[in-house]
């Protein structure tokens, strides 16, 4: 079982950064991959970005390589998601997820996070 909870959204102008936090907890969290998604209104959900809390691979979606970086502290049981350069495409709850076999589709995680708003204004 993997329990997981989002914070760190919030508003913030075009240009700006935030970072997100993923807080897992668990017995067995250790041999999952994580995955960030986001979802904006009217759209479908769409992979950002994952890591694998064992070796810390990293993979990123087209649309945030070069401006977001995944990464995990391994002492706090929580995974980062550092967003910079931000932009009025990046508006959308984001939600972090578990998976054994986690890849870019939603449907290979089987747990998940509320989500956490994060809102880019011009």
């Known amino acids: 079982q993997v329990q997981l909870v989002e914070s760190g959204g919030g508003l913030v102008q075009a240009g700006g950064s935030l970072r997100l936090s993923c807080a897992a907890s668990?017995?067995?969290?250790?041999?999952?991959?994580i995955g960030w998604f986001r979802q904006a209104l009217g759209k479908e959900r769409e992979f950002v970005a994952r890591i694998t809390w064992n070796l810390g691979a990293t993979y990123y979606a087209d649309s945030v390589k070069g401006r977001f970086t995944v990464s995990r502290e391994n002492a706090k049981n929580t995974v980062y998601l550092q967003m910079n350069s931000l932009n009025a495409e990046d508006t959308a709850v984001y939600y972090c997820?578990?998976?054994?076999?986690?890849?870019?589709?939603?449907?290979?995680?089987?747990?998940w996070g509320r989500g956490t708003q994060v809102t880019v204004s011009s």
């Open positions: 668990g017995r067995t969290f250790s041999n999952y991959v």
């Open positions: 997820a578990a998976g054994v076999f986690g890849l870019k589709n939603p449907e290979t995680y089987t747990f």
